[in-house]
Protein backbone atom coordinates (compact mmCIF):
# COMPACT_ATOMS: atom_id res chain seq x y z
CA UNK A 1 0.00 0.00 0.00
CA UNK A 2 2.86 2.22 0.71
CA UNK A 3 4.57 1.66 -2.41
CA UNK A 4 1.27 1.84 -4.33
CA UNK A 5 0.45 5.04 -2.60
CA UNK A 6 3.70 6.74 -3.65
CA UNK A 7 3.79 5.80 -7.35
CA UNK A 8 0.23 7.13 -7.54
CA UNK A 9 1.12 10.75 -6.11
CA UNK A 10 4.45 10.35 -8.74
CA UNK A 11 1.98 9.77 -11.43
CA UNK A 12 -0.78 12.30 -10.77
CA UNK A 13 2.20 15.19 -10.50
CA UNK A 14 3.67 13.88 -13.72
CA UNK A 15 0.21 14.26 -15.69
CA UNK A 16 -0.37 17.71 -13.91
CA UNK A 17 2.94 18.54 -15.19
CA UNK A 18 2.74 17.33 -18.28
CA UNK A 19 -0.90 18.82 -18.89
CA UNK A 20 0.68 22.05 -17.58
CA UNK A 21 2.94 22.12 -19.60
CA UNK A 22 0.81 21.59 -22.93
CA UNK A 23 -1.08 24.14 -22.10
CA UNK A 24 0.94 26.82 -20.86
CA UNK A 25 3.81 25.88 -22.18
CA UNK A 26 2.81 24.28 -26.00
CA UNK A 27 -0.42 26.49 -25.93
CA UNK A 28 1.04 29.81 -24.98
CA UNK A 29 3.61 29.60 -27.94
CA UNK A 30 1.30 29.00 -30.24
CA UNK A 31 -1.24 31.56 -29.68
CA UNK A 32 1.89 33.86 -29.37
CA UNK A 33 3.35 33.13 -32.42
CA UNK A 34 -0.11 32.53 -34.18
CA UNK A 35 0.65 35.56 -36.75
CA UNK A 36 3.59 33.56 -37.74
CA UNK A 37 2.17 30.24 -39.25
CA UNK A 38 1.24 29.59 -42.50
CA UNK A 39 -2.20 27.72 -41.14
CA UNK A 40 -2.88 28.37 -37.47
CA UNK A 41 -5.57 26.32 -38.09
CA UNK A 42 -3.47 23.53 -39.39
CA UNK A 43 -1.33 23.93 -36.27
CA UNK A 44 -4.42 24.37 -33.85
CA UNK A 45 -5.89 21.07 -34.88
CA UNK A 46 -2.29 19.52 -34.05
CA UNK A 47 -2.11 20.74 -30.55
CA UNK A 48 -5.77 19.34 -30.23
CA UNK A 49 -4.33 15.87 -31.77
CA UNK A 50 -1.58 16.40 -29.11
CA UNK A 51 -3.85 17.62 -26.03
CA UNK A 52 -6.65 14.36 -27.15
CA UNK A 53 -3.30 11.69 -26.93
CA UNK A 54 -2.45 13.14 -23.27
CA UNK A 55 -5.56 12.72 -22.35
CA UNK A 56 -5.88 9.05 -23.35
CA UNK A 57 -2.27 8.23 -21.78
CA UNK A 58 -3.08 9.95 -19.07
CA UNK A 59 -6.11 7.74 -18.40
CA UNK A 60 -4.29 5.01 -19.31
CA UNK A 61 -1.39 5.47 -16.53
CA UNK A 62 -3.96 6.50 -13.81
CA UNK A 63 -5.86 3.57 -14.67
CA UNK A 64 -2.86 1.48 -14.63
CA UNK A 65 -3.93 -0.58 -17.51
CA UNK A 66 -1.39 1.11 -19.98
CA UNK A 67 0.50 -1.42 -22.35
CA UNK A 68 3.56 -1.68 -24.36
CA UNK A 69 1.01 -0.96 -27.56
CA UNK A 70 -1.06 1.42 -26.13
CA UNK A 71 1.92 3.77 -24.38
CA UNK A 72 3.55 3.81 -27.93
CA UNK A 73 0.58 4.24 -29.67
CA UNK A 74 0.11 7.58 -28.03
CA UNK A 75 3.73 8.38 -28.14
CA UNK A 76 3.97 7.64 -32.12
CA UNK A 77 0.79 9.86 -32.50
CA UNK A 78 2.80 12.44 -30.44
CA UNK A 79 6.02 12.07 -32.43
CA UNK A 80 3.82 12.26 -35.57
CA UNK A 81 1.97 15.70 -34.53
CA UNK A 82 5.36 17.41 -33.51
CA UNK A 83 7.17 16.32 -37.22
CA UNK A 84 4.03 17.54 -38.63
CA UNK A 85 3.84 20.82 -36.76
CA UNK A 86 7.91 21.58 -37.00
CA UNK A 87 7.37 20.78 -41.14
CA UNK A 88 4.68 23.27 -41.24
CA UNK A 89 6.16 26.27 -39.20
CA UNK A 90 8.62 29.23 -40.70
CA UNK A 91 11.80 27.83 -41.87
CA UNK A 92 13.90 29.89 -40.43
CA UNK A 93 11.98 30.61 -37.53
CA UNK A 94 11.14 26.99 -36.83
CA UNK A 95 12.64 26.28 -33.95
CA UNK A 96 11.51 29.52 -32.16
CA UNK A 97 7.60 29.37 -32.95
CA UNK A 98 7.29 25.12 -33.47
CA UNK A 99 5.52 24.66 -30.06
CA UNK A 100 5.23 20.87 -30.49
CA UNK A 101 8.60 19.60 -29.26
CA UNK A 102 8.42 20.85 -25.71
CA UNK A 103 4.78 18.91 -25.96
CA UNK A 104 5.57 15.83 -27.58
CA UNK A 105 8.53 14.96 -25.66
CA UNK A 106 6.46 15.88 -22.61
CA UNK A 107 3.96 12.85 -23.32
CA UNK A 108 6.87 10.53 -24.28
CA UNK A 109 7.76 10.95 -20.79
CA UNK A 110 4.15 10.40 -19.26
CA UNK A 111 3.53 7.03 -21.08
CA UNK A 112 7.25 5.86 -21.31
CA UNK A 113 8.51 6.93 -17.72
CA UNK A 114 7.63 3.35 -16.18
CA UNK A 115 8.98 1.29 -19.23
CA UNK A 116 13.03 0.65 -19.79
CA UNK A 117 14.69 4.03 -19.85
CA UNK A 118 16.11 2.81 -23.08
CA UNK A 119 12.48 3.39 -24.61
CA UNK A 120 12.28 6.57 -23.37
CA UNK A 121 15.35 7.11 -24.69
CA UNK A 122 14.74 5.71 -28.27
CA UNK A 123 11.53 8.38 -28.68
CA UNK A 124 13.62 11.63 -27.22
CA UNK A 125 16.13 10.66 -30.05
CA UNK A 126 13.74 9.88 -32.62
CA UNK A 127 11.48 13.22 -32.15
CA UNK A 128 15.21 15.24 -32.20
CA UNK A 129 16.38 13.21 -35.00
CA UNK A 130 12.73 14.46 -36.71
CA UNK A 131 12.92 17.98 -36.13
CA UNK A 132 16.64 17.50 -36.85
CA UNK A 133 15.78 16.51 -40.58
CA UNK A 134 13.00 19.05 -40.83
CA UNK A 135 15.73 21.68 -40.13
CA UNK A 136 18.04 20.27 -42.27
CA UNK A 137 15.25 20.11 -45.22
CA UNK A 138 14.47 23.74 -44.94
CA UNK A 139 18.55 24.07 -44.90
CA UNK A 140 20.80 23.67 -41.77
CA UNK A 141 23.23 26.41 -41.04
CA UNK A 142 25.93 26.33 -38.40
CA UNK A 143 23.55 28.77 -36.15
CA UNK A 144 20.40 26.61 -36.89
CA UNK A 145 22.43 23.89 -35.95
CA UNK A 146 23.48 25.63 -32.59
CA UNK A 147 20.03 26.59 -31.92
CA UNK A 148 18.96 23.14 -32.14
CA UNK A 149 21.62 21.91 -29.65
CA UNK A 150 20.51 24.61 -27.23
CA UNK A 151 16.53 23.53 -27.47
CA UNK A 152 17.89 19.96 -27.44
CA UNK A 153 19.51 20.43 -24.25
CA UNK A 154 17.03 22.52 -22.40
CA UNK A 155 13.94 20.62 -23.19
CA UNK A 156 15.13 16.79 -23.31
CA UNK A 157 17.49 17.59 -20.65
CA UNK A 158 14.15 18.46 -18.17
CA UNK A 159 12.25 15.51 -19.46
CA UNK A 160 14.71 13.35 -18.68
CA UNK A 161 15.81 14.69 -15.20
CA UNK A 162 11.81 14.28 -14.69
CA UNK A 163 12.06 10.50 -15.67
CA UNK A 164 14.74 9.57 -13.63
CA UNK A 165 13.78 11.75 -10.44
CA UNK A 166 10.33 9.49 -10.97
CA UNK A 167 12.42 6.57 -10.99
CA UNK A 168 14.61 7.30 -7.81
CA UNK A 169 11.03 7.92 -6.22
CA UNK A 170 9.81 4.70 -6.99
CA UNK A 171 13.42 3.25 -6.04
CA UNK A 172 12.61 4.80 -2.41
CA UNK A 173 9.01 4.01 -2.18
CA UNK A 174 9.92 0.32 -2.40
CA UNK A 175 12.73 0.33 0.25
CA UNK A 176 10.20 1.92 2.15
CA UNK A 177 7.78 -0.43 1.44
CA UNK A 178 10.42 -3.43 1.98
CA UNK A 179 11.60 -1.95 5.14
CA UNK A 180 7.89 -1.81 6.21
CA UNK A 181 7.06 -5.75 5.67
CA UNK A 182 10.57 -6.18 7.16
CA UNK A 183 9.26 -4.36 10.18
CA UNK A 184 5.90 -6.41 10.60
CA UNK A 185 7.19 -9.32 9.87
CA UNK A 186 9.97 -8.57 13.04
CA UNK A 187 6.76 -7.94 15.04
CA UNK A 188 4.82 -10.57 13.99
CA UNK A 189 7.60 -12.60 15.12
CA UNK A 190 8.54 -10.90 18.06
CA UNK A 191 4.35 -11.63 18.86
CA UNK A 192 4.86 -15.38 17.94
CA UNK A 193 7.85 -15.63 20.13
CA UNK A 194 5.69 -14.38 23.13
CA UNK A 195 2.37 -16.48 22.84
CA UNK A 196 5.20 -19.20 22.48
CA UNK A 197 6.75 -18.29 25.53
CA UNK A 198 3.74 -17.95 27.61
CA UNK A 199 2.63 -21.26 26.24
CA UNK A 200 5.49 -23.10 27.93
CA UNK A 201 5.71 -20.85 31.03
CA UNK A 202 1.56 -22.43 31.45
CA UNK A 203 2.94 -25.81 30.49
CA UNK A 204 6.10 -25.86 32.98
CA UNK A 205 3.37 -24.05 36.08
CA UNK A 206 1.14 -27.48 35.12
CA UNK A 207 4.00 -29.42 35.45
CA UNK A 208 5.13 -28.02 38.97
CA UNK A 209 1.48 -28.38 40.31
CA UNK A 210 1.11 -31.89 39.39
CA UNK A 211 4.66 -34.22 38.45
CA UNK A 212 6.99 -32.49 40.44
CA UNK A 213 5.03 -33.50 43.63
CA UNK A 214 4.90 -36.78 42.47
CA UNK A 215 8.29 -37.40 41.92
CA UNK A 216 9.59 -35.77 44.88
CA UNK A 217 7.48 -38.77 46.93
CA UNK A 218 9.17 -41.82 44.62
CA UNK A 219 12.56 -39.61 45.19
CA UNK A 220 12.03 -39.82 48.66
CA UNK A 221 11.15 -43.13 49.17
CA UNK A 222 8.09 -41.93 50.46
CA UNK A 223 5.64 -43.24 47.74
CA UNK A 224 5.36 -47.33 47.54
CA UNK A 225 5.54 -48.01 44.15
CA UNK A 226 3.56 -51.13 44.27
CA UNK A 227 0.36 -49.29 45.08
CA UNK A 228 -2.14 -49.66 42.44
CA UNK A 229 -3.28 -46.45 43.72
CA UNK A 230 0.40 -44.58 43.11
CA UNK A 231 0.73 -46.33 39.74
CA UNK A 232 -2.69 -45.04 38.61
CA UNK A 233 -1.48 -41.58 39.62
CA UNK A 234 1.98 -42.20 37.81
CA UNK A 235 -0.03 -43.22 35.05
CA UNK A 236 -2.35 -40.05 34.69
CA UNK A 237 0.67 -37.81 35.40
CA UNK A 238 2.82 -39.73 32.64
CA UNK A 239 -0.38 -39.14 29.82
CA UNK A 240 -1.04 -35.37 30.77
CA UNK A 241 2.98 -35.16 30.56
CA UNK A 242 2.40 -36.50 26.98
CA UNK A 243 -0.57 -34.09 26.41
CA UNK A 244 1.27 -31.34 27.58
CA UNK A 245 4.14 -32.06 25.02
CA UNK A 246 1.22 -32.70 22.46
CA UNK A 247 -0.01 -29.09 23.03
CA UNK A 248 3.40 -27.40 21.18
CA UNK A 249 3.16 -29.36 18.13
CA UNK A 250 1.83 -27.27 14.84
CA UNK A 251 -1.06 -29.73 13.77
CA UNK A 252 -4.19 -29.19 11.65
CA UNK A 253 -6.15 -30.72 14.40
CA UNK A 254 -4.27 -29.35 18.02
CA UNK A 255 -7.19 -31.34 19.90
CA UNK A 256 -7.30 -34.54 17.89
CA UNK A 257 -3.60 -34.65 18.13
CA UNK A 258 -3.31 -34.31 21.91
CA UNK A 259 -5.87 -36.94 22.65
CA UNK A 260 -3.95 -39.34 20.71
CA UNK A 261 -1.26 -38.50 22.87
CA UNK A 262 -2.99 -38.56 26.46
CA UNK A 263 -4.58 -41.96 24.94
CA UNK A 264 -0.44 -43.09 24.36
CA UNK A 265 -0.07 -44.49 28.11
CA UNK A 266 -3.53 -46.05 27.95
CA UNK A 267 -2.21 -48.07 24.94
CA UNK A 268 0.97 -49.27 26.54
CA UNK A 269 -0.97 -50.83 29.48
CA UNK A 270 -3.18 -52.56 26.51
CA UNK A 271 -6.02 -50.93 26.50
CA UNK A 272 -7.63 -51.00 23.58
CA UNK A 273 -8.09 -46.86 22.19
CA UNK A 274 -9.95 -46.14 19.39
CA UNK A 275 -10.14 -42.46 18.61
CA UNK A 276 -12.82 -41.14 15.78
CA UNK A 277 -13.85 -38.00 14.40
CA UNK A 278 -16.97 -36.39 12.07
CA UNK A 279 -16.70 -33.80 10.40
CA UNK A 280 -13.88 -31.20 10.23
CA UNK A 281 -13.66 -29.81 13.47
CA UNK A 282 -13.43 -26.03 14.27
CA UNK A 283 -9.89 -24.46 16.36
CA UNK A 284 -10.67 -25.22 19.82
CA UNK A 285 -8.36 -22.95 22.34
CA UNK A 286 -5.52 -24.29 24.07
CA UNK A 287 -7.26 -23.92 27.85
CA UNK A 288 -10.30 -25.65 26.37
CA UNK A 289 -8.50 -28.16 24.85
CA UNK A 290 -7.04 -28.97 28.29
CA UNK A 291 -10.04 -29.23 30.11
CA UNK A 292 -11.40 -31.76 27.19
CA UNK A 293 -8.04 -33.63 27.46
CA UNK A 294 -8.17 -34.50 31.19
CA UNK A 295 -11.43 -35.73 31.21
CA UNK A 296 -10.01 -38.23 28.52
CA UNK A 297 -7.29 -39.16 30.85
CA UNK A 298 -9.06 -39.76 34.09
CA UNK A 299 -11.54 -41.97 31.54
CA UNK A 300 -8.42 -43.76 30.20
CA UNK A 301 -6.52 -44.07 33.17
CA UNK A 302 -9.62 -46.24 35.06
CA UNK A 303 -10.53 -48.18 31.92
CA UNK A 304 -9.61 -51.88 32.15
CA UNK A 305 -9.51 -52.78 28.42
CA UNK A 306 -11.14 -50.78 26.43
CA UNK A 307 -12.06 -47.24 25.23
CA UNK A 308 -13.43 -45.46 22.50
CA UNK A 309 -13.78 -41.47 21.71
CA UNK A 310 -15.14 -39.88 19.12
CA UNK A 311 -15.21 -36.28 18.25
CA UNK A 312 -18.14 -34.69 16.04
CA UNK A 313 -19.12 -31.26 15.10
CA UNK A 314 -22.32 -29.91 16.72
CA UNK A 315 -23.88 -26.37 16.12
CA UNK A 316 -21.71 -23.96 17.89
CA UNK A 317 -18.88 -26.17 18.83
CA UNK A 318 -17.55 -30.04 19.26
CA UNK A 319 -19.00 -33.04 21.36
CA UNK A 320 -16.85 -35.23 22.44
CA UNK A 321 -18.18 -38.88 23.81
CA UNK A 322 -16.56 -41.61 25.48
CA UNK A 323 -17.39 -44.98 26.24
CA UNK A 324 -15.01 -46.83 28.63
CA UNK A 325 -14.97 -50.45 30.77
CA UNK A 326 -14.26 -48.56 33.85
CA UNK A 327 -16.63 -51.03 35.99
CA UNK A 328 -17.45 -47.57 38.03
CA UNK A 329 -18.22 -44.07 38.05
CA UNK A 330 -14.82 -41.73 37.63
CA UNK A 331 -14.45 -38.34 39.15
CA UNK A 332 -14.02 -36.35 36.34
CA UNK A 333 -13.51 -32.66 36.06
CA UNK A 334 -15.64 -30.36 36.70
CA UNK A 335 -15.19 -28.73 33.63
CA UNK A 336 -15.04 -24.89 32.47
CA UNK A 337 -13.50 -22.73 29.55
CA UNK A 338 -17.23 -23.33 27.97
CA UNK A 339 -16.99 -27.20 28.48
CA UNK A 340 -19.74 -28.68 30.21
CA UNK A 341 -19.05 -32.86 31.05
CA UNK A 342 -21.94 -35.00 31.57
CA UNK A 343 -21.52 -39.11 32.56
CA UNK A 344 -23.51 -41.97 33.57
CA UNK A 345 -22.72 -45.44 34.16
CA UNK A 346 -24.49 -48.46 32.49
CA UNK A 347 -23.38 -52.20 33.83
CA UNK A 348 -19.41 -51.56 34.25
CA UNK A 349 -19.72 -49.40 31.31
CA UNK A 350 -19.12 -45.44 31.42
CA UNK A 351 -20.96 -43.34 28.98
CA UNK A 352 -19.51 -39.69 29.24
CA UNK A 353 -19.33 -36.62 27.14
CA UNK A 354 -17.60 -33.21 26.86
CA UNK A 355 -19.48 -30.52 24.80
CA UNK A 356 -17.89 -27.23 24.47
CA UNK A 357 -19.88 -24.51 22.87
CA UNK A 358 -17.77 -21.57 21.18
CA UNK A 359 -20.53 -18.79 21.70
Known sequence: MLSGRYQRAFTVGVVFLVAGWHLAGGGGQLLQHRSAYGSFAFQGALWLIMALAISAGSVLVLRGTITWRSAWAVAIIALAASTASAAASPAAHMLA?????GSAGWTGVLVLVRRRFGELAVFLAAEALATLGVQAWDGLSRTGLAGF???LAWSTGGQVAVAAGVRALDIAAGQAAAAARSEEAARERA????VIQEARHDRWLALQESAVPLVAELAAGTADPGDPRLRNRCAVQAARLRRLLAEGDDVASSLVH???ASADVAERRGIAVDIETAGLLPPVPALTRRVITD???AILTAAHSQARITLAVVT?????SFVADTGAVVLLPAGGQGVAIEQQQDAGMLWAEARWNSR
Open 97 to 101: DNWAW
Open 258 to 260: ELH
Open 295 to 297: AAI
Open 316 to 320: GGVAV
Open 149 to 151: LAV
Open 191 to 194: ATAA
